[in-house]
Structure formats: structure tokens, C-alpha cells
Nanobody, 127 residues
């Protein structure tokens, strides 16, 4: 599974942006997908995730109510819809696919749940 995240850019405080994560490989649609971000000088952190069939979503507390993660398996694409963006959301955003297909987790936030990572896309929120 090869992933690519794109759609980053510069947006003003309070604005919206949608990131896309596209994948090659037949098993992407059978794997949960997570979004993570890494700000300068900080560790990579969990943003949110969606189960392989889209039934479950989980979000970090810092983005709950502002971000959503829809997926379109027909297009091999998972999105990160970001609304009400804040300067502290500035980071490089990464998407990742679960190492286990067809698997539900109680905790999607662990980095080691994911074996497949895309290159990140930079989101900058100006104040």
C-alpha cells in the first residue's frame, strides 16, 4: 500500500481546508486510516482515524467537533475535513494505513498500529 497526502496550504485563522489521502494497492479499502500531524519541534501526534468500512471514527480532543474524516472507498481516498482552523493546527499532516486489514481497534491513536505512511502535506494557519 502506497499513500499520498495532499491538499495542504496556507489558510487564515477560522478557515477550512480539506486534505486528501489517496492510495494504491488493493488492500487500502480494507484498512483503517489514520491522520497524524507533526508541528516543528514536536512529536507526531494523532489527529483522527476512520475504520476500514467507515463505521467508526475517532478524534483527538483538540480537533473534536472541528475535523471530520470521510472516506470514499470507490476512489481509494480518505479525507480530512478541517474547519475552524487555528494557528495551533499548523503542522505537517500525514495519513497512514493500519497494519492489519479488516480489523477494528479500541485505540486508533498509536503510531505503531500503522505500517503504511504517506509523505506529509504542510498546513499553515495564519493568525
Amino acid at each position: 500500500v502506497q499513500l499520498q497526502a495532499y491538499g495542504g496550504g496556507l489558510v487564515q485563522d477560522g478557515g477550512s481546508l480539506r486534505l486528501s489521502c489517496t492510495a494504491s494497492g488493493r488492500t487500502f479499502n480494507s484498512r483503517a486510516t489514520g491522520w497524524f500531524r507533526q508541528a516543528p519541534g514536536k512529536e507526531r501526534e494523532f489527529v483522527g482515524a476512520i475504520s476500514w468500512n467507515g463505521v467508526f471514527t475517532r478524534y483527538a480532543g483538540s480537533v473534536e467537533g472541528r475535523f471530520t474524516i470521510p472516506r470514499d472507498n470507490a476512489k481509494n481516498t480518505v479525507y480530512l475535513q478541517m474547519n475552524s482552523l487555528k494557528p495551533e493546527d499548523t503542522a505537517v499532516y500525514y495519513c497512514a494505513a493500519d497494519r492489519n486489514p479488516l480489523y477494528y481497534r479500541s485505540d486508533y491513536s498509536r503510531l505503531d498500529n500503522y505500517d503504511y505512511w504517506g509523505l506529509g502535506t504542510l498546513v499553515t494557519v495564519s493568525s
